[in-house]
């Protein structure tokens, strides 16, 4: 396979494609991490589930408890006799950023694609392309949840349509601040305090502290097709974050609502700018966890 090309990285994406199969697939190749890798997995597993007691929802937490890899870099093969009794999803390797057509592909089938490469020692906070770290610990714990499971499955199958409508930014807004951005409202506790669940959050130490603390971030009531209207940022802190009042909601707004018409409407206009306030929209205060 030769490297997908993608709008969202400007180098050239870091993976070993050659010998990927028609679906980008690769096997995992476990014995080839060397023990300074799985000490680095262990030190950034050790930081980022410090920061899960307090700002992760507790979905998440009982999913990394459940996966049980705080000792090195997880086989793919042990999270799947954990995930598919559950909900059904199994892990496949890839070489990194795949085409949109094959992820949406896997995921329209409950493959979940973890890219098989580990970060290096200078970018353990944050970097632009996927690697293990950010796809396992930051993924797959919500996989085991079963909202958030069927709500992928949906969206890979949500994908052929965006793309055939020429709304594919519009849909990926959707994952973006949700899967990877998103924050829910936890009030099992009474307290309803917000909590993380996006993976590129709490894939990162900065990000997970910045979301919840920053006093001048937006935090706005979850909105399908206001998500689907605002642009991101790919490379700094998100200026907007998008808060659910439950996990089930995200199922809720997005099976009731035609996204046809969504896309022919909006899908010319320009996109509101991260960090905007439109009229009569009220954020959410700055919340301590
Ligand atoms: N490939 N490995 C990988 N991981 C992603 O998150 C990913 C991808 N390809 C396409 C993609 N995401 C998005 O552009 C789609 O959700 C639209
Ligand atoms: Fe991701």
């Given at each position: 396979m030769k490297k997908p090309s993608t709008?969202?990285?400007?180098?050239?994406?870091?993976?070993?494609?050659?010998?990927?199969?028609?679906?980008y697939t690769v096997g995992q190749d476990w014995q080839a991490y060397t023990p300074e890798m799985h000490a680095r997995w262990r030190r950034l597993h050790a930081r980022q589930s410090a920061l899960v007691e307090t700002h992760a929802c507790a979905a998440f937490r009982e999913g990394l408890a459940r996966l049980d890899?705080?000792?090195?870099?997880?086989r793919f093969e042990d999270a799947n006799a954990i995930l598919e009794p559950a909900t059904g999803w199994r892990l496949v390797g890839v070489p990194g950023f795949i085409p949109d057509a094959v992820f949406f592909d896997h995921l329209a089938h409950r493959r979940f694609p973890v890219t098989r490469w580990l970060r290096e020692e200078h970018e353990l906070d944050y970097l632009v392309e996927p690697d293990i770290f950010h796809d396992f610990f930051g993924h797959v714990p919500m996989l085991l949840d079963p909202t958030i499971a069927d709500f992928l499955e949906l969206y890979g199958k949500a994908g052929a349509r965006a793309m055939a409508m020429d709304a594919l930014d519009m849909l990926a807004r959707i994952y973006w601040y949700t899967i990877e951005f998103g924050l829910v409202r936890e009030s099992a506790d009474g307290l309803g305090r917000l909590k993380v669940f996006g993976a590129g959050i709490i894939s990162s130490s900065g990000e997970t502290r910045f979301s919840l603390e920053d006093p001048k971030v937006l935090r706005l009531p979850f909105d399908a097709v206001r998500v689907m209207r605002t642009g991101y940022m790919i490379d700094a802190f998100q200026k907007t974050y998008f808060v659910l009042e439950s996990l089930p909601q995200l199922i809720e707004d997005l099976v009731g609502l035609d996204f046809g018409p969504v896309y022919e409407t909006w899908r010319q206009a320009p996109p509101i700018p991260a960090g905007d306030l439109l009229p009569g929209e009220t954020p959410f205060g700055e919340l301590t966890p």
């Open positions: 709008e969202t990285s400007t180098s050239e994406l870091r993976g070993e494609y050659e010998g990927a199969a028609d679906d890899c705080a000792d090195g870099i997880p």
